[in-house]
T-cell receptor, first 116, second 113 residues
C-alpha cells in the first residue's frame, strides 16, 4: 500500500518554461510535506516544505501548493533551468513522538529534464 | 568534512561475505536513518536511531544489522546477503523533533553477486 505516489515517472520541459511536478497521498494523518531533489551519484537534498496549515509556500523559483481536500501537492519551478534536471521526490510526514525523529514516506520520484 | 558522509561509495560482495557500511554526520543531529533505494521504487526506511536508541525497524531481514555507537556515527553490518539486496543504501540524519528535514549522504551502491 503506497501512501505517497508520483504518477509521472518523467517530465520534459523547455528552459524558461514552468515545470509542474505532482504528488498524491492517501494517509490523512500526513500533515507536513517535503520535496527533495536528487542528482545521479548524490543523496537527495531538501528543496522546500509545506505544513498542512498552509496551502502555498514559495522559495525563489520554487513554489509548493497543497490541496488537502484532494490530498494532492505540486511543485512549480519557474523559470526552469537546465541545472534543475534531476529526480524529484515528494515526501510526507505525520506527527509522532517528539523524541523519535522525523518519519518520512517517499514517493517513487519524477525525473525532470529541462532542455536548453 | 561537512554534512553526511558515507563509505564506501561502491561495494561489490559475494553472498557469503561480511561487510559494513559506515555513515558519519557533522551536523549536530541526534537522529540517524538507513534507507534502501531499489530501481524504480520509493526510498524504503530500514532503521531509525534517535538519541542513539533504535526506535524503528521496518521488518528488515536479520542479515542487515545496524549499529549506532554515538549520535554522529551509524553502521550497517551486512552478512549472507542475497542478489535482490543489491541497491543504493542511503544514510540520513535529522534533529529529534517532528517535521525536521532529513539530510542525506551520497549513498553506497551495493552489488551482491
Amino acid at each position: 500500500d503506497q501512501q505517497v505516489k508520483q504518477n509521472s515517472p518523467s517530465l520534459s520541459v523547455q528552459e524558461g518554461r514552468i515545470s509542474i511536478l505532482n504528488c498524491d497521498y492517501t494517509n490523512s494523518m500526513f500533515d507536513y510535506f517535503l520535496w527533495y531533489k536528487k542528482y545521479p551519484a548524490e543523496g537527495p537534498t531538501f528543496l522546500i516544505s509545506i505544513s498542512s496549515i498552509k496551502d502555498k509556500n514559495e522559495d525563489g523559483r520554487f513554489t509548493v501548493f497543497l490541496n488537502k481536500s484532494a490530498k494532492h501537492l505540486s511543485l512549480h519551478i519557474v523559470p526552469s533551468q537546465p541545472g534543475d534536471s534531476a529526480v524529484y521526490f515528494c515526501a510526507a510526514s505525520a506527527r509522532g513522538r517528539e523524541t523519535s525523529g522525523s518519519r518520512l514516506t517517499f514517493g517513487e520520484g519524477t525525473q525532470l529534464t529541462v532542455n536548453p | 568534512e561537512t554534512g553526511v558522509t558515507q563509505t564506501p561509495r561502491h561495494l561489490v560482495m559475494g553472498m557469503t561475505n561480511k561487510k559494513s557500511l559506515k555513515c558519519e554526520q557533522h551536523l549536530g543531529h541526534n537522529a540517524m536513518y538507513w534507507y534502501k533505494q531499489s530501481a524504480k521504487k520509493p526510498l524504503e526506511l530500514m532503521f531509525v536511531y534517535s538519541l542513539e536508541e533504535r526506535v524503528e525497524n521496518n521488518s528488515v531481514p536479520s542479515r542487515f544489522s545496524p549499529e549506532c555507537p554515538n549520535s554522529s556515527h551509524l553502521f550497517l553490518h551486512l552478512h549472507t546477503l542475497q542478489p535482490e539486496d543489491s541497491a543504493l543504501y542511503l544514510c540520513a540524519s535529522s534533529f529529534t523533533r517532528n517535521y525536521g528535514e532529513q539530510f542525506f549522504g551520497p549513498g553506497t551502491r551495493l552489488t551482491v553477486l
